[in-house]
């Protein structure tokens, strides 16, 4: 299957700092690519589709201001959380789709990111 | 919206045991998938099967699209295959998003 890399994995940042997180396909190209939020034994939630080489597609209730996304090429999108703030402290999920021969679509997972904010 | 139910929400069994999860959807669908969250949050593809049967290893799956259900079977379990088994299905109308369930939470015990 793909691949898809996701970091850091984990990372403690201090209350108003930034941090970025990273999503890449390794082997194949993705001209979108998603990022969920997964709150402790929740399903995930997803907070905006990324869109290579134009904006992100914020879902309702997500701040943009808050959560910038960058998708500056066709195999990396990235994840900024801006002036960070405890309640910010989550698991962070990218994705990535494949197309089939039927035109259907199927996802791939980077590991996450388990972000803390003190 | 498409809505998409587990059961069951939670599930302990002893290894070498056998298992069925069920995953309920209220509306066509493009693509089904099941996934395993193991403890430490990586989400790890088990099966893309919007219809049909396949089997990995000890893992299987069926989808049976005008049913709109789908199972995974887990047979002889592993303490390896703990973790939380998410059901996700894309719908066939215009709406892309992948739409999951809650989930089922397995423990194996040794």
């Known amino acids: 299957g793909a691949v898809v890399s996701q970091h850091p994995s984990r990372v403690i940042c201090k209350s108003g700092t930034s941090v970025k997180i990273e999503c890449r396909s390794l082997d194949f190209q993705a001209t979108t690519m998603f990022w969920y939020r997964q709150f402790p034994k929740k399903s995930l939630m997803l907070m905006a589709t990324?869109?290579?080489?134009?904006?992100?597609?914020?879902e309702q209730g997500v701040e943009k201001d808050k959560f910038l996304i960058n998708h500056a090429s066709l195999t990396l999108s990235t994840l900024t959380v801006t002036s960070a703030h405890p309640e910010d402290s989550s698991f962070y999920i990218c994705?990535?789709?494949?197309?089939?021969?039927?035109?259907?679509?199927?996802?791939?997972f980077g590991q996450g990111t388990r972000l803390t904010v003190v | 919206g498409i809505q998409v139910e587990q059961s069951p929400p939670d599930l302990i069994l002893q290894e070498g045991a056998n298992s069925t999860l069920r995953c309920n959807f209220s509306?066509?669908?493009?693509?089904l998938q099941w996934f395993h969250q193991n403890p430490w949050g990586q989400l790890i593809n088990l099966f893309y099967?919007?219809?049909?049967?396949k089997q990995n290893g000890r893992l299987s799956a069926t989808t049976v699209a005008t049913e709109r259900y789908s199972l995974l079977y887990i047979s002889s379990s592993q303490t390896t295959d703990s973790g939380v088994y998410f059901c996700?299905?894309?719908?066939?109308?215009?709406?892309?998003?992948?739409?999951w369930g809650l989930g089922t939470s397995l423990a194996v015990n040794p």
């Open positions: 996700a299905v894309v719908g066939s109308g215009n709406n892309r998003k992948l739409i």
């Open positions: 099967i919007p219809s049909g049967t």
């Open positions: 994705s990535a789709r494949i197309r089939d021969t039927t035109g259907n679509t199927e996802a791939f």
């Open positions: 990324s869109n290579e080489g134009s904006k992100a597609t914020y």
């Open positions: 509306d066509s669908v493009n693509n």
